[in-house]
Nanobody
Framework: QVYVDESGGGLVQAGDSLRLSCTAS????????MGWFRQAPGKEREFVAA????????NVADSVKGRFTISGHNAQNTVYLEMNNLKTEDTATYYC??????????????????WGQGTQVIVSS
């Protein structure tokens, strides 16, 4: 069994910063990619950012590029999402997900094997 745990969400004002954390643990496994998605009320889940451990390749969605940064530690199966200059449209539940197989894509939610339960981020104006 693999567990994915996120933390760090909260209520902030527009322009503030937050740092989300995610750790994967459990049975013996290897993570190829750790990523972040978000889902706002009434909207589909969307890709935010991901890190592929091989080569430390980073992908960030255009909607958050320049404001959000992903980082992490492969050996600890931990990834962070640093969110700066938050906007009201960033309000959503943020999910961490991992790939334990070498999928080609990192921005498709269908290609992730395990998910956390989500952490809520609310940005007020």
């Amino acid at each position: 069994q693999v567990y994915v745990d996120e933390s760090g969400g909260g209520l902030v004002q527009a322009g503030d910063s937050l740092r989300l954390s995610c750790t994967a643990s459990g049975s013996t496994f290897s993570t190829f990619v750790m990523g972040w998605f978000r889902q706002a009320p009434g909207k589909e889940r969307e890709f935010v950012a991901a890190m592929r451990w091989k080569g430390f390749v980073i992908n960030v969605a255009d909607s958050v590029k320049g404001r959000f940064t992903i980082s992490g530690h492969n050996a600890q199966n931990t990834v962070y999402l640093e969110m700066n200059n938050l906007k009201t449209e960033d309000t959503a539940t943020y999910y961490c997900a991992i790939q334990i197989r070498p999928y080609e894509l990192v921005d498709s939610s269908r290609d992730y094997d395990y998910w956390g339960q989500g952490t809520q981020v609310i940005v007020s104006s």
